[in-house]
């Protein structure tokens, strides 16, 4: 099924920092797209995963870690027939997800603030769970693949993106200490490389029916651009936005990757 729905159409009503120069983003946004390149990155990569999944057969997804929930919005807009639930633990992200969904009648958009735990008299209900670069903040042992099968109806699906625990710098280390001192903090559970977030699913019950890298070398280029230029102030970020997300697309052309800085990973309830 092709996604009908355009991605990155609510940055600016969610994205705090657009929202204190509320013009400016807009036309921004109109003239430039996504104006982060990460999220560029990662929208890019999940319309190309949902390809290899039956999406006209689900009626109830999940998305576990949504954030601001730009995928939980392009979802509900693309699927008007299925019920998309947006969950997370930042109470401010899921009001401001209930509120827009609200403001556009965006009925079939449901949130729950909290954790997979906490959703009541769901089991066996989701045909579909998705989980875009959450689970590296998560410990290795406290990771919810057992919790997210419960709520999974035999033969759904489980979709984990993650930044693999090998990662490669293009540009001098030095030019991102700031950055990595930021993810020896927050990415404690990016522990897996591919064949162990595999392994892991097998584990917990699924069959694996598809696993590849993504995002390499160009991509990173452009990642590690777009956040340079994001240092030196939006201007020169928006200069340096067309280049980066170029970078961004030309690393989805040509053959299937032997390595890269991201997993992912779908697998199937038995």
């Not at 355009?6 to 807009?26: D, E, I, N, T």
Request: with cysteine; net charge positive; charged share 25%.
């Amino acid at each position: 099924m092709e996604m009908n729905a355009a991605f990155g159409k609510m940055q600016v009503h969610m994205s705090r920092r657009m929202q204190r120069y509320p013009r400016l983003s807009r036309w921004a946004a109109w003239l430039f797209g996504y104006t982060l390149v990460g999220n560029y990155a990662r929208a890019l990569s999940f319309r190309s995963l949902l390809k290899k999944l039956p999406l006209e057969s689900f009626r109830h997804i999940l998305d576990l870690g949504c954030g601001y929930g730009e995928y939980s919005f392009m979802l509900s807009e693309a699927l008007p027939g299925a019920t998309i639930t947006a969950l997370d633990l930042n109470a401010a992200s899921v009001a401001g997800i209930r509120r827009l969904a609200a403001e556009r009648g965006m009925s079939n958009l449901k949130t729950h603030l909290g954790t997979i735990e906490s959703l009541e008299d769901s089991d066996g209900r989701y045909d579909f769970i998705f989980s875009i670069d959450v689970f590296e903040h998560i410990r290795e042992e406290e990771m919810p693949f057992a919790e997210a099968r419960r709520k999974l109806r035999p033969g759904g699906y489980l979709l984990v993106k993650m930044p693999g625990r090998e990662q490669r710098t293009i540009l001098p280390e030095r030019w991102f200490e700031d950055h990595h001192h930021w993810l020896e903090e927050e990415h404690i559970g990016q522990v897996y490389g591919l064949d162990g977030l595999k392994a892991r699913m097998e584990k917990e019950g699924f069959r694996v029916a598809y696993a590849a890298y993504g995002d390499g070398w160009w991509s990173r280029l452009g990642w590690e651009i777009g956040y340079l230029s994001r240092q030196a102030g939006p201007l020169v970020q928006l200069m340096c936005l067309p280049l980066a997300k170029l970078l961004v697309r030309a690393d989805r052309l040509g053959r299937h990757k032997e390595s890269g800085n991201t997993i992912q990973v779908i697998g199937q309830k038995l």
